[in-house]
């Protein structure tokens, strides 16, 4: 889940319990206590936005953005997953091109951290304060600040922003650059209503594109926030919730499509033997630094290791040759304990880790990830699932498959032990009386615990 574009850019399983949106209602009541007293004319109303956030199926808290006269933003961000959730309360003013010019936030992220940030803009000095850090700089007017941690409505101010900006582009504060670019357009319905919808991608806040879809207007700088999806979590304008299923199946097209763009172009598939030449290796079982040494590679596996540069025979004459002089050779590295996404897959191969221990995930999500890196259409590790088992209660976690009763715990582990899981894993809020037999289960089918 991404709490907003913040530069605190993160995902973690959610859930529960909705909190109202209190203190903002006020701002269009005008209260008149007193009958012998003449009311005084009404402020110019504000207007409210709400979106609904939703986790597994769960109305799971809201966003309500109060927009006040002058381009100032009143906004609170509340949501609750596994008895956790953050808190966020802010003010923010823009300028005509609609980039931040004060901003402030309150209230506590999801893991009860104070945030107490402030960012103002007067003349060409930017300055700017968290509980992260502080800092000013002399800065264009033209660059747009990163909050360390927000509402999703900076997302939609951001994005108007990069709409407006020439190529889609801005210098971010402290750094960086951020760039958008459209991806696709759909439908969303309520009832007889139908009305068009914009993906776009946002990228500069961390190692992956951020989505959001906004409303399709003449002006796509001026268009409004529809909502952000993610498998097992939506945050979609209030009424219009249904959609998100189907938003999330054409965004997920659309990153596929980018991923597969970057495998095309990053992927290089070896016609046969692959030699390293001249390099160090690692004697696990001797617990030994080797080599120098030739290591054939074919099919994926170590073939043979000979001495430094030895001669090719005739037979690997086809053979692709890898100068690792004055390097060691490494095996994949193995991540044994992730919650890995689309982006996590190519994000591990980077850094040399093409195993994962996956130890809790949406079910749909991980089982699509694992088919499409197994088919060779995404690039990614090889991921060993662990089947997630949750008892329901108020503080669940809303990952894998929540169950009520022993019996259903058992079926859970049915379906994992049908599917090809080899190990389960049992969360907070299974009952203790619970773990004992549901282990004897599960190891009847060869399942570890």
């Known amino acids: 889940m991404h709490s907003g574009f913040g530069r605190r850019h993160f995902w973690s399983s959610l859930l529960c319990l909705t909190l109202g949106f209190t203190g903002m209602a006020s701002a269009n009541t005008n209260t008149n206590t007193n009958p012998g007293t003449k009311a005084k004319a009404a402020a110019p109303a504000a207007h409210a936005t709400t979106h609904t956030i939703t986790i597994s199926g769960v109305v799971s808290g809201k966003q309500t953005v109060m927009r006040l006269p002058g381009n100032n933003f009143k906004t609170e961000f509340t949501y609750r997953d596994n008895g ?25 992220s999801t893991f009860g951290a104070p945030i107490e940030e402030t960012f103002s803009r007067v003349g060409g000095l930017a300055k700017w304060k968290s509980k992260a850090d502080a800092g000013e700089i002399n800065s264009t007017a033209s660059a747009v600040y990163v909050p360390v941690e927000s509402t999703l409505e900076v997302s939609a101010i951001i994005t108007r922003a990069l709409l407006r900006s020439p190529g889609n582009k801005l210098d971010a504060l402290p750094s960086g650059q951020l760039a958008a670019q459209k991806l696709v357009d759909a439908t969303v319905t309520k009832g007889a209503l139908k009305k068009p919808v914009t993906l776009y991608a946002v990228t500069g806040f961390g190692f992956e594109p951020s989505y959001v879809w906004m409303w399709k207007t003449a002006d796509p700088s001026t268009a409004g926030m529809f909502g952000v999806v993610s498998p097992g979590f939506s945050i979609i304008e209030a009424g219009w919730e249904a959609n998100a299923d189907a938003l999330l199946k ?58 430094a540069n030895s001669p090719l025979h005739a037979l690997d004459a086809e053979a692709t040759v890898i100068d690792g002089s004055g390097r ?53 590790p090889r991921i060993v699932p662990t089947g997630f088992i949750e008892g329901d209660s108020p503080f669940a ?7 009520k009763d022993l019996d259903g715990a058992k079926r859970a582990v049915d379906w994992y032990s049908q599917n090809g899981y080899r190990q389960i894993k049992l969360y907070n809020s299974m009952r203790p009386d619970w773990i004992a037999p549901l282990t004897a289960y599960a190891r009847e089918r060869g399942i570890r615990v």
Do not use: C
Request: neutral net charge.
């Open 328 to 380: 060691t050779l490494l095996p994949g590295l193995w991540d044994m304990h992730g919650h890995i996404g689309r982006w996590d897959a190519i994000l591990h191969m980077a850094g040399g880790v093409t195993g994962v221990r996956d130890m809790g995930n949406i079910n749909d999500a991980i089982n699509d990830l694992k088919t499409k890196v197994d088919a060779g259409m995404l690039i990614g």
């Open 84 to 108: 956790r959730g953050p808190d966020i309360f802010e003010d923010i003013t823009i300028d005509a091109k609609g980039l931040v010019t004060d901003f402030k936030a309150t209230g506590k």
């Open 397 to 403: 976690a809303k990952l894998g498959i929540v169950v």
């Open 250 to 307: 054409a965004q997920i097209a659309a990153d596929d499509k980018a991923l597969r763009d970057l495998g095309t172009k990053l992927v290089k598939k070896p016609a046969g033997v692959t030699v390293f030449k001249n390099v160090r290796w690692f004697d696990s079982e001797a617990a030994q630094m080797r080599g120098p040494s030739d290591v054939y590679v074919n099919r994926g596996v170590i073939a043979a290791v000979y001495p």
